[in-house]
């Protein structure tokens, strides 16, 4: 056991920052995705001059601002959070995390603030050509101000770009657009901007289904339904393609995460994909169980997805934490030894530092960096924490999220041929299916963040820092009392939303005029 | 510029709904800046360091004390 790491903390501190990304992430999707379907509505009526685009793309983005108010300022609590609960990972990463997030602030707030205004109230009020451009720089400011906190968590999950300096015990950017441009920070963003096109693709068909349904605003439900599955259609062939992207960087970089995502124990050669299956609830790793109650695979996709190469050979679990002398994987026990030999080297360094002796500063600096990276392994207790715990949460929810991103394609797909063939408004059972899908996409979506997350542990930042000791030195007590605190305040937020936004689904697009003025 | 920030505040003014956005963003911004970044944070859950030299003397304490407990845990198996 490791007395010094105090779990309840650790796992409070965990389940908070959980709650509130939860919280957060309710209205990330629909800030980013509505500005697109907004912007291209917008930009058919300054095309065509059809003033019914235009009430169309107001009534969107007042759906869109009500969101937008109501959500901003959410993801603040997280960052304050960065310097109170994770104080130590902050401190470790500070170099990293400190350019990418000022670097958003700034976005955010000259981007979206100042064309947001120029969005909503410029109706008729600013030339047509200046409105439309703001609804553009509104749509691609949304969009970039979220890159800066995705390719910090690409970084944690991939570190590149960086050194560690045993003065300070911080990492130090040496490398900006490594840090940026990394494959895997890049393949992150895109799955999820295009996961909240496809929410929000579903936001606008779910609520036009339901107009449909009651027979009311038809024209402007079957537009925005020709436009939401068009665009969500294209979308979510995207996203199975950046989907395909992540499980490829995962595989190379996250083999831990990819075989519990797989339930996979054993590595095989030639590895199929599992499309269904119940994970043996008595399985463990190192017994000879078997580890499946019964499963559908599609044989050699595991391989190809994940290295390109049908007969690849995908390590298991237990390879992983084992080793596998013929596959040339190093066991984790290896690993947390030449862990041991960098931590070691860095209290030798300290040491020496402390007595005024540069060169056996030199000599520890030397084996530190031989060694630097499996430094987070040497904080390990035993073999087995590499596997990230929750291997069935993991295992089903990257299911749920694959499963519901075929069938979205289906589903948008059905939409797109109905509305062209108009004959949306008779499918009574897809308008009912389109209102589904809504809250379903939001679920795929989180499921997506239990793979990455999860997925990661014990890591917050992969290989180099366990999370047991990211954390900060305050109590247990105070983290489980903000975690009360924060679930109320955001409940309330999230219940404003809730009743504000039905009250303006119900009362419609009807009153909003094709003359100019607000939409609020 | 002028005469497009007073047609904003005449508008906000005629409408019910982005007054109550609005209040909601005054609301949960003096919450979040006012209560939790000037007042919570500070008094009750800021890690305590005297400075930054001591910050990472303490993040160095933290890995290199669980380093060695988990080399004594080694030893004792
Ligand atoms: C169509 C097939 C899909 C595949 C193959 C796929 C694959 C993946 C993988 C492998 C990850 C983990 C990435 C990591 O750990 O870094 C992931 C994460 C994620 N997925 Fe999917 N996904 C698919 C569909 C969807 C759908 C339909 C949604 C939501 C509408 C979605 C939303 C997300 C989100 C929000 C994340 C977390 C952010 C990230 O790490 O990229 N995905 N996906």
Not at chain 1, 84 to 91: D, I, K, Q, R
Request: glycine content about 8%.
């Amino acid at each position: 056991m490791i007395e010094n790491i105090d779990f309840t903390l650790v796992n409070w501190s965990r389940g908070q920052f959980a709650m509130i990304a939860f919280y957060h992430w309710l209205f990330i999707p629909i800030t980013i995705g509505t500005t697109y379907i907004i912007a291209i509505a917008q930009t058919i009526h300054v095309k065509t001059g059809d003033p019914e685009w235009e009430r169309l793309a107001r009534f969107w983005a007042k759906l869109f601002g009500i969101n937008f108010a109501i959500g901003v300022g959410t993801g603040i609590i997280l960052g304050l959070e960065f310097g109170t609960n994770w104080a130590n990972y902050s401190w470790i990463a500070g170099d990293i995390f400190g350019a990418p997030l000022a670097a958003e602030g700034i976005m955010a707030f000259f981007l979206e603030s100042t064309f947001i205004a120029v969005m909503f109230f410029g109706w008729g009020k600013v030339g047509k050509k200046f409105h439309l451009l703001s609804c553009w720089l509104v749509a691609f400011g949304a969009s970039l101000s979220a890159l800066w906190i995705l390719v910090a968590n690409g970084w944690m999950n991939y570190p590149v770009g960086m050194v560690f300096n045993p003065d300070t015990a911080r990492h130090e950017m040496v490398d900006f657009w490594a840090v940026l441009f990394s494959p895997y920070a890049m393949n992150k963003f895109l799955h999820t901007i295009t996961s909240c096109l496809v929410i929000s693709a579903f936001f606008v068909i779910a609520i036009s289904s339901w107009y449909l349904l009651k027979k009311r605003s038809i024209l402007l439900a079957k537009r925005s339904i020709v436009l939401a599955a068009t665009f969500g259609l294209l979308s979510s062939v995207y996203l199975a393609m950046t989907g395909d992207g992540s499980a490829y960087y995962v595989a190379q970089k996250q083999p831990a995460k990819l075989a519990t995502m797989e339930g996979l124990f054993d590595g095989e050669e030639g590895a199929g994909l599992v499309m269904m299956g119940i994970l043996n609830p008595n399985k463990k790793l190192g017994d000879d169980k078997k580890d499946f109650l019964f499963k559908m695979e599609i044989p050699k996709m595991l391989s190809i997805l994940g290295y390109r190469d049908a007969n690849a050979f995908v390590p298991g679990m237990n390879d992983l934490v084992y080793g596998n002398e013929e596959f040339g994987i190093m066991s984790a026990e290896e690993k947390m030894e030449k862990g041991r030999i960098a931590l070691g080297a860095l209290a030798d360094y300290k040491e020496a530092q402390k007595n005024n002796d540069p060169q056996g500063m030199e000599e520890a600096e030397l084996l530190f960096n031989e060694y630097y990276q499996y430094m987070g392994y040497g904080n390990l207790h035993s073999p087995e924490m590499i596997i990230p715990r929750k291997i069935p949460l993991i295992f089903y929810s990257f299911r749920i999220m694959v499963i519901s991103g075929m069938l979205f394609i289906g589903v948008l797909l059905l939409f797109v041929y109905l509305s062209v063939k108009n004959r949306i408004e008779n499918q009574k059972w897809l308008l009912y299916v389109g209102i589904w899908c809504f809250p379903l996409s939001f679920i795929a979506s989180m499921c997506g963040w239990i793979v990455a997350e999860v997925g990661r542990q014990p890591w917050t930042i992969q290989g180099l820092l366990p999370t047991m000791i990211s954390t900060s030195n305050i109590s247990a007590n105070a983290v489980i009392a903000t975690f009360w605190l924060f679930a109320t305040m955001l409940t309330v937020l999230v219940i404003a939303e809730y009743r504000i936004m039905i009250g303006a689904i119900r009362k419609g697009p009807d009153n909003l005029s094709t003359k100019g003025g607000p939409n609020v | 510029m002028k005469e497009f920030f007073l047609y904003i505040y005449k508008k906000v003014k005629e409408s019910s709904l982005a007054k109550i956005l609005l209040l909601i963003i005054f609301l949960k911004f003096a919450m979040f800046y006012g209560f939790l970044k000037g007042y919570l944070y500070p008094t009750f859950l800021k890690p305590k360091y005297e400075n930054e030299d001591h910050r990472s003397e303490e993040v160095i304490k933290k890995l290199l004390d669980n380093h060695n407990k988990t080399l004594k845990d080694d030893r004792e198996h």
